[in-house]
């Protein structure tokens, strides 16, 4: 079974300043999607940003942009010139690309337990 | 076009009673997750269903818990004489199909609180 670890309870940050979320996960497979999502107070789970694994290249959307290291079962999130708005829970989430024997395990998210992100003005 | 739609927001209920939450998917889609929040947790999967099938329900507890999805309405998971530990947030997703590609569109969850 796949695994999703977040070490990092809590992160806080400086208003326009970086900041990067750590995400590593556990899994025997070669082919998968991963996913961070951001829950604010408003509990609405937004997808912040996507990346196949079989895609060398690091995804990146506006100022989020991640660090995804296959070999080390890495994906880190960054948070370039931080705004009070992003300031949230944020999830960082597993799925298989393909399913198992019968497709069961096709469309399950795995997620990680959160971190809070609290950003400072 | 509207979102995931989940009601009731918020749903009280005392020991024992039941609990019925309801989740109508994006237009369009046919394929809808539930997953749980217990507090200070991540979301844990419950089940995974289609039109009028249970795909996989290997996170759903063995008892008191079932869903459905038919044909026409919303999809509802259904809690039956609820205890203290079922509170949580619980969430629904919906995708076009099995070929989605994307991660996929959550509702605003409903918080059940069991009193």
Do not use: D, W
């Given at each position: 079974a796949q695994t999703v670890t977040q070490s990092q309870p809590e992160m806080s940050v400086q208003e326009a300043e970086t900041v990067t979320l750590s995400c590593t996960y556990d899994t025997s497979e070669s082919d998968y999607y991963l996913f961070w999502y951001k829950q604010p107070p408003s509990r609405q789970m937004i997808l912040v940003i996507r990346q196949e694994?079989?895609?060398?290249?690091?995804?990146?959307?506006?100022r989020f942009s991640v660090n995804f290291q296959k070999a080390a079962k890495s994906?880190?999130?960054k948070i370039s010139d931080s705004q009070l708005g992003d300031a949230a829970m944020y999830f960082c989430a597993y799925r298989s690309a393909r399913g198992s024997a019968g497709g069961t395990s096709y469309g399950k998210l795995t997620f990680g337990q959160g971190t809070i992100l609290t950003v400072h003005p | 076009?509207?979102?995931?739609?989940?009601?009731?927001?918020?749903?009280?209920r005392r020991r024992g009673q039941e609990a019925r939450l309801r989740?109508?998917?994006?237009k369009g889609h046919s394929h809808v997750y539930w997953y749980r929040q217990l507090p200070e947790e991540g979301l844990k999967?419950?089940?995974?269903?289609?039109?009028?099938?249970?795909i996989d329900e290997s996170g759903m507890p063995k008892e008191r818990f079932s869903a459905e999805f038919p044909k026409e309405g919303p999809s509802i998971l259904r809690i039956q004489q609820v205890?203290?530990?079922d509170s949580a947030?619980?969430?629904?997703?919906?995708?076009?199909?099995l070929q989605s590609h994307y991660g996929y569109t959550f509702g605003s969850g409903t918080r059940l609180t069991v009193v």
């Open positions: 694994a079989y895609k060398q290249q690091n995804a990146t959307e506006n994906f880190s999130l | 076009n509207a979102g995931v739609m989940q009601n009731p927001r918020h749903l009280v989740c109508s998917p994006m999967f419950m089940v995974y269903l289609q039109k009028e099938n249970i205890v203290r530990g947030a619980y969430f629904c997703a919906s995708s076009p199909g």
